[in-house]
């Protein structure tokens, strides 16, 4: 959109004031009228229920004998007539209300300016992207067409989107070029959601198409849902020299090896796992989210990540547990959640030193090689929290003694609450807390904050 000079932009503010006028006085006008007939039912029903409350006097005083239900009838009606004075009272008071703000904003509107305050004027030099705020947080709100303007050339405010693919949202194709267009030279982050979009569904090809010709501004890449497998990606792989952050759907891992080779800056790897990644030489990987089951020869391929969330499962082939464990020498944070598979689960933290670990989070049925884990790896600990653990006294004792430093505990067992909080007690609230864990600020016990000693 070509950008307007201060005098265009002066006269389209000075018709758009007129226009605005003119609605406010056609509204005015409108609302006179309301305000006339409801103040004019409000003065009928003041009558009828002066008149019905006369009536109902005279029932009671009257030396004839009455009925009862003419009496009723009257109350009944009486009743009715002021509710109905009461809504009418409140919509009037509503319609006071509106009448009342169209007349400020015809007196803000009438106030004159002139050019060289309309140049000067505090909004007319809110930086760009205080402006690409103001109009993300007005969404289905007015703008002004110079805020407007001021948004669409402003490339960042189109770089980052997240869309559901699906035959029930057409137009998200249409805002997806639309996206693409407008954010020009600025590195993308894209998150395509196929869930609801049925397999081998065009719409998927098309929206994979329209970002492979923007494949070299990607910083960030999610795909969402499985139906993106029956899509070919040979030609989308091309060039991803700002790519950073990867999530690919399963099975889209056959074409890692070729993936790395032509994204030098990739960190972050999102994958479902499960899948053999022993071909692909990982070392920039410094961050990786695996959602399905691997073993330590997998993780092996990775030296250099900081943080890594996965599962691992012990599963028949047992010449996968047979290595010696992994090094992770760069390791600061793990989440992992240990499950048994069809055989006899294998003593997992035997299998692993991480001699950086500042924060551990675990799943796991059993506690009894943490605290031998934590004295191989020498390292740090911080922050520790135990999920679905069967964990005694002796066993929390010792793993404390090797995690001197820890700042944060969390323990979670779902099972036998009562137990395991007395157990935390005896160990931390008793004699001993202050020996084994000075430096612990926060402690959870089954989603409940407990209190510390002070010092």
Partial sequence: MPNKTDEELFHDHEAKTRTLLAEIEKSLRDMEKQLERALQAGYDLEWRLASLEARENELVQATE????????????????????????????????????????????LCMPITLGAFRSAPTRRVPDEILTEIFMAAKGEKVCEEWRVSVCNYPPAWASFSWALSEESPSALRWLQ??????????????????????????????????????????????????????????????????????????????LSHQFKIAPRLHTLILPGSQPLHHISASQITSLHMGFYITPATLSHFPNMRSLTCKIVAKMDTSLWSMPHAILPNLIFWRVEFRSGQCAEPDIFDYFTTPALE??????????????????????????????????????????????????????????????????????????????LPKLRHLVIDGSCIPLRGP
Avoid: M
């Fill in 359 to 436: 924060s551990l989070d675990i799943t796991i049925p059993s506690a009894s090689k943490i605290a031998a884990f934590l004295h191989r790896s020498g390292c740090l600990l911080r922050h520790l929290a135990l999920r679905n653990c069967a964990v005694n006294a002796t066993e929390l004792v010792d793993i404390f003694e090797h995690a001197p430093n820890l700042e944060s505990f969390t323990v979670v067992t779902g099972f036998n609450r009562t137990s395991i909080r007395e157990q935390v007690s005896e160990v931390l609230i008793g004699r001993s807390s202050e020996a084994l």
């Fill in 178 to 255: 639309i996206c693409l267009e407008r954010s020009k030279a600025a590195s993308l982050t894209v998150e395509l959601d196929g869930t609801k979009s049925p397999r081998h569904s065009g719409l998927l090809t098309s929206a994979l198409e329209l970002i492979s010709a923007h494949s070299q501004r990607l910083y960030s890449l999610r795909l969402n849902g499985d139906h993106w497998t029956s899509i070919r990606l040979t030609g989308f792989y091309a060039q991803l020299p700002r790519l950073e952050i990867l999530q690919l759907p399963f099975l889209f891992t056959t074409h």
């Fill in 65 to 108: 004998p009455i009925s009862a239900a003419q009496l009723r009838d009257v109350r009944v009606e009486y009743f009715v007539v002021q509710r109905k004075l009461r809504t009418t009272v409140e919509e009037r008071q509503v319609l006071e209300d509106r009448r009342n703000a169209l007349v400020r904003d015809r007196a803000a």
